[in-house]
């Protein structure tokens, strides 16, 4: 099993549509948790990071649930300019080492 | 602050031929790491440095060599270069397990 394991997609919704993606992690000492965006052939940048009390900003919402080990990342209002690949990413805890997860391609049409 | 730049954006070897690519940036961060990216295989890491004088191998080491003799800039050798090293690199610089990347250096072996 991957550390970090994301549906590829792609994700074709209509503007103005509600999306989820999911993220699976093995490693139960996982500390910290984190969503990341990444453009056709830009870098990744931070989207935002994942709490245990979950966390929101705008039409983002992001969750973790440590008893399934899975983060969640849901979109509101999908707008034409929110397709992007999204990449989860997990911190084991005492590591400076993250693991991405390959990445989830969301395409939003008119 | 300029965050992490790399240079070049882009390079076409041969193959045999060597190179550096240059990373460096300006937040004072002690953790850097280099990644490459290639279609369907996500982000695997080359190696990482904790501070200036130390470096260590991520997951995909072989053929790339590291260096930190400063804070600011960690460069990525390729000794020798192969077609299987054709790739997209990304240098991160993180700071409370947050990654900042550079913008990327796309890399053609002949």
């Known amino acids: 099993r991957k550390e970090v394991e994301q549906d590829p997609g792609p994700f074709n919704v209509p503007e103005g549509a509600t999306v989820a993606f999911n993220c699976t992690y093995s490693?139960?000492?996982?500390?910290?948790f984190f969503w990341y965006r990444q453009d056709c052939r830009k870098e990744p940048k931070l989207l935002m990071s994942?709490?245990?009390s979950g966390n929101e900003d705008g039409r983002f919402t992001a969750q973790l649930n440590r008893a399934s080990q899975y983060i969640s990342l849901l979109i509101r209002d999908s707008k034409l300019s929110d397709s992007a690949t999204y990449l989860c990413?997990?911190?084991?805890?005492?590591?400076?080492?993250?693991?991405f997860g390959r990445g989830t391609s969301l395409i939003v049409h008119p | 602050n300029a965050g992490v730049t790399q240079t070049p954006k882009f390079q076409v070897l041969k193959t045999g031929q060597s190179m550096t690519l240059q990373c460096a940036q300006d937040?004072?961060?002690?953790?850097m790491s280099w990644y490459r990216q290639d279609p369907g295989m996500g982000l695997r890491l080359i190696h990482y440095s904790v501070g200036a004088g130390i470096t260590d191998q991520g997951e995909v080491p072989n053929g790339y060599n590291v260096s930190r003799s400063t804070t600011e800039d960690f460069p990525l050798r390729l000794l020798s270069a192969a077609p299987s090293q054709t790739s997209v690199y990304f240098c991160?610089?993180?700071?409370?397990?947050?990654?900042?990347f550079g913008p990327g250096t796309r890399l053609t072996v002949l």
């Open positions: 490693n139960s000492a996982s500390q910290s």
């Open positions: 994942v709490y245990s």
């Open positions: 990413v997990v911190n084991p805890g005492g590591s400076y080492i993250p693991t």
């Open positions: 991160a610089s993180s700071y409370n397990n947050e990654q900042f």
């Open positions: 937040m004072n961060h002690e953790y």
